[in-house]
C-alpha cells in the first residue's frame, strides 16, 4: 500500500509510548496508517526512542517554555498542523488541552484511558477502582472533547478485578488489553468506518454506536 493511500496521524506521547508501540507494530502489520510524527512536551519521553527505532520524525514542545496553557496549544496546534495529519492520537500525552485545541481537531483525534468510561475520568484509576470496590475494570477509547475524558466512548475492554490485586497488577492487564483495542479503533477510522456525528453520536459502518455493546464489535 502506497503512503498516499494510508491514513496519516500524528501521535502526542509525555512518557514510555506503550500504546505508541502497539500502533506502530499494527502499521508493520498492516494497518493502513503512517506514522508522519511523534511530538512531545518531555524530552526524555521515552517513546521517542521508539519513534527513532521506526525513523519517524520527533519533535519536543516543552511546555514549560511557555507562560499558559493557551499560548502552548496555539504553539502545539501550529506544530502538529504542518504534518498535515488526518487524525490525531494521543498515547499517554499528560496534558489538559484547551477547547480550542481539541475542536480544531474534532472528530479526528483520539485518546486511550485506563478506564471503564464514564468511570474514574481523570488520574489512579486503578487504585481508585479498588478502592470503590470495582469488580471490572479496563479501559476506554473516545474521541477527544473539551471535556476531560468525556469525549463519547467508541470502544470499551473489559478486564475483571481479581481477589488479590493491587494497582500494579491491575494495570499491568489493563495496558495488556489497551494495546489490543487503540489499533482496532485506529483502523476503524483509517478504513473510513467511525465517525463523530455533529451532535456527538458515534457511528460504525453507517449505524449509531453503542458504547455499552461496542466491545462486542472489536472485529
Same mark, same amino acid.
Request: hydrophobic share 40%.
Given at each position: 500500500?502506497?503512503?498516499?493511500?494510508?491514513?496519516?496521524?500524528?501521535?502526542?506521547?509525555?512518557?514510555?509510548?506503550?500504546?505508541?508501540?502497539?500502533?506502530?507494530?499494527?502499521?508493520?502489520?498492516?494497518?493502513?496508517?503512517?506514522?508522519?510524527?511523534?511530538?512531545?512536551?518531555?524530552?526524555?519521553?521515552?517513546?521517542?526512542?521508539?519513534?527513532?527505532?521506526?525513523?519517524?520524525?520527533?519533535?519536543?514542545?516543552?511546555?514549560?517554555?511557555? #507562560? !499558559?496553557? $493557551?499560548?502552548?496549544?496555539? =504553539?502545539? @496546534?501550529? *506544530?502538529?498542523?504542518?504534518?498535515?495529519?488526518?487524525?490525531? %492520537?494521543?498515547?499517554?500525552?499528560?496534558?489538559?488541552?484547551?477547547?480550542?485545541?481539541?475542536?480544531?481537531?474534532?472528530?479526528?483525534?483520539?485518546?486511550?484511558?485506563?478506564?471503564?468510561?464514564p468511570k474514574f475520568r481523570g488520574l489512579h484509576?486503578?487504585?481508585?477502582?479498588?478502592?470503590?470496590?470495582?469488580?471490572?475494570?479496563?479501559?476506554?477509547?473516545?474521541?477527544?472533547?473539551?471535556?476531560?475524558?468525556?469525549?463519547?466512548?467508541?470502544?470499551?475492554?473489559?478486564?475483571?478485578?481479581? #481477589? !488479590?490485586? $493491587?494497582?500494579?497488577?491491575? =494495570?499491568? @492487564?489493563? *495496558?495488556?488489553?489497551?494495546?489490543?483495542?487503540?489499533?482496532? %479503533?485506529?483502523?476503524?477510522?483509517?478504513?473510513?468506518?467511525?465517525r463523530l456525528g455533529e451532535d456527538g453520536q458515534?457511528?460504525?459502518?453507517?449505524?449509531?454506536?453503542?458504547?455499552?455493546?461496542?466491545?462486542?464489535?472489536?472485529?
Amino acid at each position: 500500500m502506497s503512503d498516499d493511500q494510508r491514513l496519516r496521524v500524528v501521535a502526542l506521547i509525555s512518557g514510555s509510548g506503550s500504546n505508541l508501540q502497539a500502533l506502530l507494530d499494527a502499521q508493520s502489520a498492516g494497518l493502513p496508517m503512517q506514522c508522519v510524527a511523534v511530538i512531545s512536551n518531555r524530552g526524555d519521553a521515552k517513546g521517542l526512542d521508539r519513534a527513532h527505532h521506526h525513523d519517524i520524525p520527533t519533535a519536543v514542545l516543552n511546555h514549560r517554555d511557555y #507562560p !499558559d496553557r $493557551d499560548t502552548y496549544d496555539a =504553539a502545539l @496546534r501550529h *506544530l502538529v498542523d504542518g504534518y498535515e495529519p488526518e487524525l490525531v %492520537v494521543l498515547a499517554g500525552f499528560m496534558r489538559i488541552l484547551t477547547p480550542a485545541f481539541v475542536n480544531h481537531y474534532r472528530g479526528r483525534m483520539l485518546n486511550i484511558h485506563p478506564s471503564l468510561l464514564p468511570k474514574f475520568r481523570g488520574l489512579h484509576t486503578h487504585q481508585r477502582a479498588l478502592d470503590a470496590g470495582e469488580t471490572e475494570h479496563g479501559a476506554s477509547v473516545h474521541f477527544v472533547t473539551a471535556e476531560l475524558d468525556g469525549g463519547p466512548v467508541i470502544l470499551h475492554a473489559r478486564v475483571p478485578v481479581q #481477589p !488479590d490485586d $493491587d494497582a500494579t497488577s491491575l =494495570a499491568a @492487564r489493563v *495496558l495488556q488489553q489497551e494495546h489490543q483495542i487503540y489499533p482496532t %479503533v485506529v483502523r476503524w477510522f483509517a478504513q473510513g468506518r467511525l465517525r463523530l456525528g455533529e451532535d456527538g453520536q458515534v457511528w460504525l459502518d453507517d449505524a449509531p454506536l453503542q458504547p455499552s455493546c461496542s466491545d462486542d464489535r472489536a472485529q
